[in-house]
């Protein structure tokens, strides 16, 4: 790699919690050591001391001792901007940055108040300034920082549900769904963007949004944030919370990464559901409901969702050369394998990152290569449709 290009490999969720964390990441210490920046969510609070919020849904709370091992893992930087950074209360969220800090990890997304969480964490390897920002936009109640007030960088949606056909009145049809960002938390979310481009040489966008209990579906807020991301001046936006992977789309020329899954996260505490919730799950999505393996414990989600890796970054001064993506699986014991060229299940994880890639009817195609003896599933946009007449304005608007 050329002197001036630095590697950069971005995670999604990450949240050891059980007595020997690191050897979760024994496998892919070997990775994340040979990269010159590493990043991720940190998917919960670390304290030994919380003060639950009134608001929490699923607490995700731990003591010090298991987050005390994420340095050593390779983390460099972590977003806070998650639906579980402040369960344990601001004295939780408190406790998590200290922890963080004293490993040398920088954090973002979330601060003693609205403009500590805006402030981004800025690293610099071999003269390239990258700066991280981090937003969320699924979360409690109450949690979204304040000017005076603790919390995570939020982006708050509105949802809508219209009737598919406004000339015929239909009760209980299925509605026709729309998400709409809060005017003013798009303008903060933009504008925040645009000045930290003034700070750094590439600016990389970690976002915490979308919807979890259904694989692969992509909601049309996503869309328009990510792409404004991008028009705003980021380098790559890159995206988690779905606990599965989502497609890649390049927007002028640079990388959107919808949903990264899940690289190492522990939820034993989910596990087993109980029967209401297994009741609400067949509820809610019929023969569509995930009922938990057993032999899955720490990670009780759908088999598609133990599909895994990181998002590959190569920056320079001038910004991103190339992108990509390494596969990895989440295996029973809850520990994580990224895997190598010729293994069929990282072709069949390239494979199923490709058809739902192409499945949104984004043309990036994955081209497979090796990085520091794994696979290497570099991204490449490919040709972009044409709008049809009357569709310009469309498009431009997203």
């Not at 991720?40 to 298991?66: F, I, L, Q, W």
Request: aromatic share 8%; hydrophobic share 40%.
């Amino acid at each position: 790699m050329p002197d001036n290009v630095i590697e950069v490999l971005v995670a999604g969720d990450v949240y050891p919690n059980v007595a020997d964390g690191l050897a979760s990441f024994a496998d892919l210490r070997e990775l994340l050591s040979a990269a010159d920046v590493v990043a991720g969510n940190c998917e919960g609070a670390y304290s030994d001391r919380p003060s639950p919020a009134p608001s929490h849904k699923h607490m995700m709370v731990s003591p010090t001792e298991r987050g005390s091992m994420l340095g050593a893992a390779g983390f460099d930087v972590l977003s806070l901007a998650n639906n579980h950074m402040i369960d344990g209360g601001y004295v939780g969220l408190e406790d998590t940055r200290e922890l963080l800090a004293s490993q040398g990890i920088a954090t973002m997304g979330a601060g003693e108040n609205l403009a500590a969480a805006l402030r981004p964490a800025i690293v610099e390897r071999g003269g390239v300034r990258i700066a991280f920002l981090g937003f969320c936009s699924v979360f409690p109640v109450g949690y979204e920082a304040r000017p005076g007030r603790p919390g995570i960088a939020a982006v708050r949606v509105r949802t809508r549900y219209d009737d598919p056909d406004p000339n015929f009145w239909e009760p209980g049809i299925d509605p026709v769904i729309s998400t709409e960002p809060f005017a003013e938390d798009l303008a903060r979310y933009t504008e925040t963007i645009a000045a930290v481009r003034q700070q750094a040489d590439v600016v990389l966008v970690l976002n915490h949004w979308g919807y979890s209990s259904r694989l692969e579906i992509l909601q049309d807020y996503e869309l328009r944030l990510a792409r404004a991301g991008i028009d705003s001046g980021a380098d790559a936006v890159l995206c988690c919370h779905h606990h599965s992977l989502r497609g890649i789309e390049f927007r002028n020329g640079k990388p959107i990464f919808y949903g990264l899954g899940t690289l190492v996260h522990h939820l034993s505490t989910l596990y087993p559901p109980s029967q209401a919730e297994l009741d609400r799950r067949r509820r809610k999505f019929g023969a569509q409901a995930h009922i938990p393996d057993e032999a899955f414990p720490l990670f009780p989600f759908h088999p598609d969702a133990r599909q895994t890796g990181l998002a590959v970054l190569d920056v320079s001064p001038d910004g991103i050369v190339g992108a990509g993506f390494v596969p990895a699986l989440i295996r029973a014991d809850g520990s994580t394998e990224p895997l190598r060229p010729g293994d069929q299940r990282a072709a069949d994880v390239c494979g199923y990152l490709q058809r739902i890639t192409a499945d949104r009817g984004f043309t990036t195609t994955l081209r497979p290569a090796e990085r520091h003896g794994y696979l290497l599933a570099v991204a490449e946009p490919g040709p972009q449709p044409e709008a049809a007449p009357g569709q310009a304005a469309a498009v431009l608007a997203r």
